[in-house]
Structures are given as C-alpha cells and as structure tokens.
C-alpha cells in the first residue's frame, strides 16, 4: 500500500481509479437500481394488472354464468346454455390464472381454490337443474336452482373478499415498492456521498502530501540561496518529492565538498604566498648581504695581499731569532746538570743525620715508660698502706670497745683488760708504721715526676731536629727535579727553535701562494657583486606576484567563509 | 360405503411422530391427500408399504423413515395451508404428493422454492410446468384424455356423453378427451364427487342414446353414475379415467366398466407382481394404480435421499436430474421426468374390469 500510494502520481491515478470506479459503481448502481425498480414494478404491475384482469374475468365471467344459467332455466334457449358453460369454463380459467399468478398469498390462494370450489358445486348443481328442466321436471329444476342461492351468496362474498385482498394487496404492494425505491436511493446516495468523502479525502491528502513537502523543500531551497549548505532535507516525503529532496541534499553535500576544498585550498595559496614572500625577501636580503660581503672579500682581499707581503718580511728576522735562541737553550742545559748533582749529594748527608736522630728518639721513648711504670707503682704502695692504716683504726677501737667490756666485767675482766691494752698498743705501732711509709712514697713519687717531664722535653727536641732535616731533604729534591725540568726544556728549546725554523720557511711560501689567491678572490668576487644584483631584482619581481597572490586567496577565502558548510 | 376407512391411522400420532424429526435423526416425508376418499386411502396405503419395506430393510442409512401424513381433503385451500405447513417444519424433506390435481395446483405454489413435492396421481394438465419444485409420477391428463379418446374411438364410440367432476382433474381429463374424441360429444355436464344428481344425468342418457359416457371423475361419484346406470338400464358403456380405478372395489357394479389405468396387478413384469404381493399381503387385496403410484413417488425420492441427503435443494436438483437416461425403476415403469415436472414415458393400460379385476381391454394396446 505504502509502494502504491508512495508517489503523488500513483496517488492520484489510485485515488482518481478509486473515485471513477466508486462513480462507476455508482452509476451502475443507480443505473441497476432504476433499471431493477422498473422491472420490478414493470413485472409487479403487470403482475397486478393480470391479477386484476383476471379477477375481473371471473367475477364477470360468474356473473354472465349465474346469469345464463337462470336463463335457461327460465326459457330453455340453448345459447343460454353455451353461455352458461363458456362463461363457466372462462371463470374456471380465470381462478386458474389466479392461481398460478405470482403475487398470491397462501390465504389467497386457499381463497381462490374455495371460489372454484363453490363455483364447481354450484355449477354441478345448476347442470343438473338444466338436465332436469330437460326432462320436463321444471318445478324440480327450480327447487335445486333455489337451494343453491346461499351458495351463490357465498360465492359473491367470497369473490368481493378477492377484491378487497387484492386491493389491500395493491396497498401492500405500493409500499413496499416505494421503500424499495427509497432503499435504492439511499444505497445510491450512499455510494455518490462514499464517492464525494473519498474524493475529498483523496483531495485532502493529495493536498498534504504536495504542500507539506513543497514547503519544506521551499524552505531547503532557500536555505540554499542563503548559503546555508548544512542544510538536509529528510522527512518522509512522496516519492518525486523524496527525488527532488535527496537531489537537493546531493547538490548541497557537493556544494558544501566544493566550499571545504575551496577552504583548503585558499589557506594553502596564502600560505604558500606568505613563505613566497618571505622568501623572497630572504634571498633579497641574503643576496644584499653577498654583495656586501663580497665588496668587504674585495677590500680584504687587497689588504691582505699587503698583509701577507709584510708577514713574508717579518718571517725572515723570526728564523734568526730562533737560532739565537737554540744556542742559549744548550747552556742552560749544562747549568742544569750540576745543580742537580750538588742536591744528590745533599740529600744522602742528611738522611744519615735522620737515622741517628730516630735512635734517639726510641732510647728516649724506653726511658719515659720505665718511669711511668715506676709511678704506678708507687701509688700502689700508697693505697696498700692506706688498707693498713685503716685497719689499725679498726683495731684501736675494737681494742676501747673489749677494755669497756672488761671494766664491767669487773674482775672477771681484769685479764681481758691486760690483752685488750696490748692490742691497742699494737694498733698504734702499725698506725706509725704506715704514716712512714707514705711519708716515704710521697718522696718517691715526687722524683719520678721531675724525671718523667725531663724525659718529654728530651723527646720533644728530638722531634723537631727530625722535623728539621726532613724539611731540608725535600727542599734538595725539589732543587733536583727543577733542574731536571729545566735542562729538559732547554734541549725541547732548541728542537723547537728548529722547527721554528723550517715552518717559517714554509710560511713563506704559503704566504706567496696565499696572496696570489687573494688577488684571485678579489676578481670573482667583484663579479659575485653583479649577479647578486641581478638576483635581487628578479626576488622584487616574485615578492609583487606572491602578494597578489595572497590578495586573492584571501578574497576566496571570505567568500568561502560567507557559506554555512557541514 | 368405504371399506378403507378403518384402516386411516389417527393424525395426530404421525404428527406427533414427525414433530421428532431432525436434521440427523429419522428422515422425515409430508404426504397429504384425501386419504377418505378411496382413491386417497390407496395412496396412502402404497406409501405406507413402501416406508415398512424401507425401514424393514434398515431405514435410510441407519435412520429411520418417518412420513407425515396429511389429510387435504382435496381441497384447495386446505392443500395450500399444510404445504406450508411442511415448508416450515424444517425436519421435512420432501413432500409425496399432493393426491388430487386441484390441491397439487393450490400446494405447488407453496413449494416452489421451498421443498420438493413429488405428485401421486394428480394429473392435471394444469399441473405441467407449475414449478420447478413440483414433480409427479402419473402422466398429464392431456396426454392420459388423448388415450382414452383413442381408446374410444377404436372402440367404435361415435355419440358420447362426457362428465365430469367439477374439479381440476375432472375438468382438465374431460376437456382434454372431448378436443381428442372424433365422434359427437352430446353433452358436457359437470357433477360433484358426491354422484349427487347421478340420477338426472342417466335418466337424460337413457332419452339421448349415447354409445359412450365418458366419466373424468372419481369412484364415488362413478359409482352412484353405475348404480343409476344399472337402475335406470342405461345401455352405454362407462369409461372412465385412473380416477375410476377405485370403482372396482363394487365389482358388481363395477363389472364391464372400461378404465384407462395408471397400473394393473395384473402387469406381468416382475417387479410389479412383487409388488402386488407384498400389497396383497399386507392390506389383503389388489393395489391399485393409486397405490403403486404413491409406492413409486415414495421409492424415487427415498432414492434421491439415498444419493445426496436430506437437504431441500440438494434433493429437488437430485430429483430434476433424473432424465430418461438417469431413470429408476419403479412398479408402473422407470421413473423418471421430463423439465416440466411431468414423467418420461408414462401411458395408461387400458382395462375393463372383470370380475373385481381391472383386466387389459380388447383394444388396449
């Protein structure tokens, strides 16, 4: 369906199709419905009108056979008679007719058949009546003639009932036809109002389906001629609708590519103009700068080749100089060598001298600790008679203590009181004992004293001698080494006044060479001068074409940037 | 007198029957006729043999056969009522009958489009053609009155008097006999089915000498026309229709009279001495055309059932289809019909009754 009605043109040959067909169908409705309504009431009213013919037809036809049959009766004429039987056969067809007519209802029918039913007995009966007026038996004739009169009446009752049926069956029949038309209608006015909603719905969305799109692809469009190239199109659109969208959205991503590479190539070409440009101005100045140098190689050039002409003089009074020189360098050498042999001999007297001195200073040094040894022990004794002492006291008092004891002993005490007294005296005579003895040591002590510091200040002179004669010693080498050096940098003196020699003899000559050269350089640069010029011109010439250049790319740029791009 | 009388099964029973049938139970037939006349009563009886043979035999697949029988009298308004009766009572298949011409003619318009009736001995000409839904198994009086003009006629019959019952049959057969006869039709005279004015009519017979008195009518009336006939000493012969059948049941009476028969007992084929056995042995006597008539209509559409079911349409397009070439056989001859309704090949055999007996004729052919 979405396939079919994707387009406006399919939409509209679908919806047109649909509104000819329903038109068509309409018309062939209406066309049916008048043609079926005129059948049906062609053959109804025909229908009714044979009804009614032939309800006629035996109402008449009844009517004439009554009619002819009293007759005879009365008057005995055979044309009654044929009357009576051809009017009878005429009613007879007609119910007949009745019968077999379309229209009838059941209760119609039964009606009909009831008619003929009577009809036939009166009929019978009335035949017999003749047949009896035939055979002469009038009065019988008419006796069976009479008793059929209720029949008679009930046959005309039932015959009026017919027509009021059929009457009633007409109005039955006239409506039904007139809502049978007015069905027809309706079905007809249905079908055109179906036609009219569907055409206008088809109007209405073929509206839509054009102006919504229109109008967006109106709004792409100027988008567009805004330069808006970022703009889409992507609603779902009909399908030429969806042609010209996705075209438009085409031109616009190409236009946008175009606008982008534009870009891209405008910022290359002022770039590229811009390094032009600078380089240009580069090469120009470079190529001042050569001029300039090469005036200044020019001048140089000139003084150097004076230059070097006074240097080549100079060199001359050098290589005599240098032979002065080698001669001074050899006596030095000679000087040099004595010295050094004078501080040699120096050097081994002293270290005699050193040897002694270290003898001393050990005897010394043995000497110092033997009274150190000496001191010690004496503060040994010292604190021995210090125990001693001490125990004396001890001993005097313990000595009061067993006295005090044995004068309460009384005279059981008495003995003790002897041993206690010479105890006590005994702890006095060791108590004497042992002030000698540090009185004594004290003496000792003293002595080694004076010894000891007469000893370190024995040593300490000793050191210093040492100190001394070490000093003198490396001073004589020193002296050694110095004329070492100096004799070997004499005789480097002379080698090197040789050499001097020679290379300024080759200075010389280079010197010659160089200032041929020079006069040369000055030439070409002189001609380097004039080319430059040249160069710098045709850098003027690029540096103008690289502006314009630049002028342009950037007027394509602004145009560019005026576009709205992806 | 009416010795079939006694034997009509009260109404109400088979209505009752009837009112069980359904779309799956037992398969349900209308029948209606004057089934107090004679005539109406030997219809009936052929149908009931038929409907105990076919259920005797097992019923319609497995179901059994019911048929609704309903007394129209013969008349035509009464005929009209229980046609749609049947049409509405949607257990009815299809409809044996209606018995006489004048209530098949009022019925048919009924059926059409509704139900298919299949006609016993109404023979109307009027009845050619009625509807599509109508069919009948005895041929047209047009055709029947024709053969028995001839018949007369090879009799030598120059002078006859022709009545007629006044009715549909009475008319049509009588009608169609006075155009068919080539000698002089002296009178015309209609008469009721009673035989009320018997007496008049023979006693103007006995003054005016026809050779023949044709009578398209009935047994009752027939009979009071042959008992007037004897007692006035009419010296005419009688002849008269497949109407008259049924004035065999006084074979004094009866005895001489000619009848153009729709069936003898006395045919020799074999399915029709078959059938006049089962008759004679289940109503003791001899089946009439009446009666093998209804056994036909009876067995052609219980055959259509057979063949497509119960359905209305189905079975009336079953029943139009059967052609000379799609025929069935049945005890008066193959059964089968023409587009009109009417069927292929039918004639009469024309008899005198001897001896209780409708006889072939010397000149039948």
Partial sequence: MNQLLGTIRSRLIVGFSLIGALLIVAGGVGRAAITGLSGEMGTTLESVRRETALTAALTT?????LGAAVRYLDRGEAADLVVFRSAGWAAHEAQRGLNASPGLSAVEIGLVAKIDERLSAIESALAAAHRMRDLGRAAAAQARAAAIRGAEAALTADIARLGQMRARHLDQLTDEMQQLAARRQDLLLGVIFGAIILALLIVISTVRSIAGPLSLL?????????????????????GEFRELADAMNHSAANLSRIAA?????????????????????????????????????TQGAEVQVSSLRDADTALQGVRLRAHEVRAGAEEVVDLAGEIERQAREKRAEIARARALLAEIRQSVDRAATEVRELNATAENINKFVGIVSRIAEQTNLLSLNAAIEAARAGAAGRGFAVVADEVRKLADQA????????????????????????????????AEIENVSQGIDGALEAIGASAEQTRAAAVGLGETADKNVAAVQDAAAG????????????????????????????????????????????????????LRTE | MNPFRSSVLPLTLTLLVGACGSERGPVTLGMAG????????????????ALAEINAAGGLNGEPLTIVFRDDGGDGSRAAAIAQEFVDDAAISAVIGHVTSGAMIAAAKVYDGHIAAVATTASSAALTGISPWVFRVISSDSANGVDLARFAERLGKRRAAVLYENDTYGRGLADSFRRQFGGEVITFDPIDADGT???VHIAWFVQRRPDLVFVAGTERSGLALLREARRQQLGADFLGGDGWTGVVADPVLAEGALVGAPFTSLDSRPEAQRFVEAFRARFSEDPDGNAALAYDAVQIVVAGIRAVGTDRTALRDWLAGRTAEQAIPGVTGALA?????????????MTRIRNGTLAPAEGAR
């Fill in chain 1, 61 to 65: 036809n009844v009517a004439q056979e």
């Fill in chain 1, 218 to 238: 109106v709004r792409h469009a100027r988008a567009l001629s805004h330069g808006q190239l970022d703009v889409r199109t992507h609603a779902e659109l009909p």
């Fill in chain 1, 261 to 297: 590479v534009a870009t891209t190539t405008s910022e290359d070409v002022a770039t590229s103009a811009h390094q032009l440009t600078s380089a240009a101005e580069q090469v120009s100045m470079a190529a001042t700068q050569t001029a300039t140098a090469m005036s200044d190689v």
């Fill in chain 1, 431 to 462: 108590q004497e004992a042992a002030d000698d003895v540090v009185q004594l040591t004290a003496i000792v002590t003293r002595r080694v004293g004076t010894t000891t510091s007469a000893m370190e200040t024995g040593a300490t002179r000793v």
């Fill in chain 1, 511 to 562: 010197i010659s060479s160089a200032a041929r050269a020079a006069e040369g350089h000055a030439a070409a640069a002189q001609q380097v001068s004039a080319s430059t010029e040249e160069q710098s011109a045709a850098c003027e010439e690029m540096s103008g074409a690289a502006t314009a250049l630049l002028r342009g790319s950037v007027r394509l740029k602004e145009i560019v940037a005026s």
């Fill in chain 2, 34 to 49: 004057p089934f107090e006349e004679g005539f109406g009563a030997a219809n009936r009886r052929g149908a009931e043999l």
């Fill in chain 2, 197 to 199: 004015d018997a007496d």
């Fill in chain 2, 337 to 349: 019909f023409h587009a009109s309704g009417d069927p292929v090949g039918k004639s009469f055999v």
